[in-house]
């Protein structure tokens, strides 16, 4: 599993773990649903640093 694939698994277990509902979307799982929204591998990670659930691992 690469860096960025641990990434988007480590936000998604984050905001399920807040209660938020995440749902993959397509036959890639690249896309989620939170709500009516859809949002990238990328969205959902920055989802969860700005809600302060995952660290920056920039930083």
Do not use: Y
């Not at 599993?1 to 938020?20: F, N, T």
């Not at 397509?26 to 920055?46: H, K, N, P, T, Y």
Request: charged fraction near 30%; aromatic fraction near 4%; glycine fraction near 6%.
């Amino acid at each position: 599993m690469s860096d960025d694939a641990d990434l988007v698994l480590k936000a998604l277990v984050a905001l399920q773990a807040a209660g938020i509902a995440v749902e993959p979307v397509g036959e890639e799982m690249d896309r989620w649903r939170i709500g009516d929204l859809l949002f990238s591998d990328a969205e959902l990670v920055r989802i969860a640093m700005s809600r302060g659930l995952m660290e920056d691992p920039d930083a």
